[in-house]
């Protein structure tokens, strides 16, 4: 999924981090949590959300599912909702799911077989173009009841990747109908979390939770939620006056807050420069290739934050399970190659430059949105980088609330720099990045038979050695291409206050809600 986070800045720092997370009993029984988010959601149904929507976080604590994920991104079976999950069969592929007999949606109907049913059918009919999850779902073949009205099999129509996202209901029957999917701007849908939305303020522009009173597991230890929306700015304002409990940094951020802790973990997003190969001088393998060996990328980690780490794979992070760095050794700076590269693909040396057959300058357009001071930072560095290699690039800073729809996604630039987010069970998202050619996150203007082919097997890869392989053959031909270059992957920083507990940063690691709350 594609992430703007903001941006955002204090002063002074803060103190030991170990100091959030603490057993239940040291939790104070009552209160309300205070967050924020950047806007308001444009719906309460998640799965009808367009990609960047604030549904996802705002509802967060509301939802659960069969599996839940370690930090590392493996998972495990949530026995809340689900009492076993097991692959019942290779070839076709199949999954066999019990689910806790106890579990119930926030009206008190029973989640069952009937609710997966209904949810994996109104995921088919819509076909991914209207939600921020993609068609994934279309590798379902069919639900089929187990013993009970608590036991299914998943059946698939060829294995995938993804499937322990693909197992359990997102929603219960009655939500999922064709009137009512779309149906949820003001109102949620029942849910199955420990919280429930109780009331949503359009005009005040929050968003209030409480404890979901049909909730079978432990009782949470807040009362309430509340999500806010506010702009960078004034998140800032608002956590330094003491009105906000804890707020996003940007990684430079981490050593820069005026009271309470900063809670800093290595990050699922990262940096990367993307190059328009549909036209321009960036047609030319030869001058992609340049372009990435001109990259200092060490630089970039460094002027990123303390705590950020290369980027070394498109498919996984560093300490996600079975990551190798696959790219790096292929993108080391090498300025006398790149130099080569470009005289290869035509151009003849002129003063500091280049000029092609045409007589014209090599000259690359790279696209900024206005006011993120992270991105001007980045895209400074990338034009030095270039500029040593002869290379000229044009920052051009655009309007940064139509930055993606006006200058991405119609490909105006040349070069873009941006965050990707890795999150476990997303190979769907992760390939169509690069493929098909006109796909809705495919910015590159390329699409490679090589990279189809390796997306085939990263796609069908099911048990982790098989999943580690096709994902270092997937990094080869992307790589191969040099239309996604990988730069950093950014540590998530969290600024908490001093007396919440149990709401830390954190890669992939689920939070358990009901232990979020002040210290007792």
């Known amino acids: 999924m594609l992430l703007l986070v903001a941006l955002l800045a204090l002063a002074a720092c803060g103190s030991d981090p170990d100091t959030l997370e603490v ?35 705002v509802l967060e604590p509301t939802r659960g599912s069969a599996v839940k994920i370690a930090d590392d ?46 949810f994996v059918a109104a995921q088919l009919a ?31 129509t060829r294995p995938t990747s993804d499937w322990p996202a693909l197992i359990y209901p997102g929603l219960p029957a009655e939500a999922t109908a064709a009137e009512s999917y779309n149906a949820f701007a003001d109102v949620a849908p029942p849910s199955n979390g420990p919280f429930v939305v109780a009331d949503i303020d359009r005009d005040a522009a929050v968003v209030r939770l409480e404890r ?19 702009g960078p700015q004034s998140q800032a304002d608002a956590y330094a006056a003491g009105e906000l409990d804890a707020i996003e940094l940007v990684p430079a951020g981490a050593e820069a807050v005026d009271d309470g802790v900063v809670s800093t973990s290595p990050g699922h997003e990262w940096s990367n420069l993307t190059l328009n190969a549909a036209r321009g001088p960036l047609t030319s393998p030869a001058v992609r290739q340049a372009v990435a060996l001109a990259l200092d990328r060490q630089d ?36 006398e190659q790149a130099r080569a590269l470009i005289g290869s693909a035509g151009y003849a040396p002129a003063g500091d430059g280049w000029t092609g057959p045409d007589g014209a300058p090599l000259t690359l357009r790279l696209a900024v949105p206005q006011g993120n001071e992270a991105v001007a930072t980045r895209a400074e560095a990338i034009q030095d980088d270039l500029a040593d290699v002869g290379i000229k690039v044009t920052v051009e800073p655009r309007a940064a609330d139509t930055f993606f729809s006006e200058v991405v996604v119609p490909l105006d630039f040349d070069l873009v720099t941006f965050l990707w987010s890795t999150d476990p069970f997303d190979t769907t998202d992760t390939v169509a990045r690069v493929q098909p050619v006109d796909g809705p996150m495919n910015f590159t203007g390329l699409a490679d038979p090589a990279v189809a082919q ?13 999943f ?48 979020v709350g002040f210290l007792a």
Do not use: C
């Not at 009782?219 to 506010?230: G, H, K, M, Q, V």
């Open 300 to 335: 970039l980690v460094e002027v990123t934050s303390p705590d950020a780490q290369l980027a070394g794979s498109y498919v996984t992070v560093p300490g996600q399970e079975g990551h190798v760095d696959t790219v790096s050794d292929a993108l080391k700076r090498d300025p």
């Open 468 to 515: 580690a392989a096709a994902a270092a053959a997937f990094d080869s031909a992307v790589l191969a291409t040099y239309v996604l270059i990988p730069l950093v992957v950014e540590p998530y920083v969290l600024a908490v206050g001093e007396d919440v507990v149990n709401l830390v940063a954190r890669r992939f690691g689920s939070t358990d809600w009901t232990t």
């Open 454 to 466: 390796a997306a085939a097997g990263l796609l069908q890869a099911t048990d982790p050695a098989a």
């Open 212 to 230: 979901n009173p049909q909730w079978w597991g432990d009782t949470p230890a807040l009362d309430a939620i509340e999500y806010r929306a506010l």
């Open 126 to 156: 819509i076909g991914g173009q209207a939600v921020a999850d993609l068609d994934r779902w279309s590798v379902v073949a069919a639900v089929v009841p187990g013993a009970d009205q608590w036991s299914y099999t998943v059946q698939f």
């Open 23 to 57: 057993d239940r009993a040291d939790v104070r029984d009552g209160g309300t949590l205070q967050l924020a988010v950047d806007a308001m959601p444009s719906t309460f149904n998640p799965w009808a959300a367009p990609v960047g929507d604030t549904a996802v976080t």
């Open 73 to 118: 991104g493996s998972w495990s079976v949530d026995e809340r909702y689900a009492t076993s999950v097991e692959i019942a069969s290779a070839e076709p592929f199949a999954v066999n799911v019990s689910l806790n007999p106890e579990a119930v949606w926030s009206d008190g109907s029973p989640i069952e077989v009937t609710d997966m049913q209904a």
